[in-house]
């Protein structure tokens, strides 16, 4: 079976605006990949095409065929997309209170055949990941933001944790600006833990980013995406070049050594 969740030749339009134009793009099992660009540039449209939140083209030039570990999306139902993917939006707030536990539990909606006992141990291993044992009996609502973007990231690992023993083909996890309400700390935790997770269990992973040093440190591939096309998608030193850098961001930048991570790049903006 193809371990990949995979878009081919997507193409979207709003307002007789191109916003995805002909990109074709893969999400690998245990790889994270990072997709960058300038504000404007269709990264939440074409997360949202991959999740599946956008399913039919709204205009007849639209283009849409993803599949998801060679199975088309469009066939799958909800329930069977919810067991295979999960998504962290940008925001996910909420107009009432609730304890930060029952934020979590939510993950475990696809899976209601789980045990008690199952139920314990996966909330225990998606806090653990997210560092957020601590916060388990807080409301949710008077967490900083930092702190429920956390709480909405465990969320999603008891999704994609779940039932893996009777189960482990490659799950996906779509991330849209996870560390923006994030200080560095956490920053540098989340990227770190979301590249353990892709290797450990075995986890395709796309990640909405600003930062390029971020994305160049800790992913294994950066897609650059500009005015809804795609510059580039590789590893990061063969992606951070200069020209690539000016076609995305419309300054000149360069990559170098990382000096404190053999084999990583940073980038200085000219």
């Known amino acids: 079976m193809s371990q990949l969740m995979k ?9 007789q605006r191109c916003i995805i134009n002909d990109v074709s793009i893969a999400v690998e099992s245990g790889q994270v990949l990072a ?4 504000n404007g540039a269709g990264k939440s449209t074409l997360l949202s095409v991959l999740s599946g939140e956008i399913k039919q083209g709204l205009s007849s030039h639209d283009k849409i065929r993803v599949s998801i570990n060679g199975r088309d999306l ?12 999960g998504v962290l939006p940008q925001n996910a707030s909420l107009t009432f209170d609730m304890k ?3 934020i979590i539990e939510m993950g475990m909606y696809p899976f209601p055949d789980l045990s008690m006992a199952e139920v314990g141990a996966l909330l225990e291993k998606a806090m653990q990941w997210a560092d957020v044992v601590k916060l388990r009996d807080r409301n949710y609502r008077m967490l900083s933001g930092g702190e429920q973007q956390r709480v909405q990231f465990a969320r999603v690992l008891v999704q994609l944790l779940a039932q893996r023993e ?6 996906y996890m779509l991330l849209d600006e996870p560390t923006s309400s994030l200080d560095p700390k956490y920053q540098q935790h989340l990227l770190s833990t979301l590249g353990k997770l892709a290797r450990q269990e075995n986890i395709g992973i796309l990640i909405i980013l600003h930062d390029l040093n971020l994305a160049a440190r800790y992913c294994d591939r950066i897609a650059l995406l500009a ?4 510059i580039a998608c590789d590893v990061p030193e063969a992606v951070l070049t200069r020209d690539n850098l000016y076609a995305v961001y419309g300054i000149y930048g360069q990559a170098m050594a990382h000096p404190f991570e053999p084999g990583k790049q940073l980038v200085i903006w000219e």
Do not use: F, T
């Open 7 to 15: 878009g081919e030749s997507l193409h979207i339009n709003r307002q």
């Open 35 to 38: 997709l960058l660009g300038a």
């Open 74 to 85: 469009a066939s799958l139902s909800e329930l069977e997309c919810a067991q295979i993917r």
């Open 100 to 102: 930060v536990l029952e």
């Open 166 to 171: 009777q189960n482990p083909a490659a799950r």
């Open 227 to 230: 005015n809804g096309k795609l």
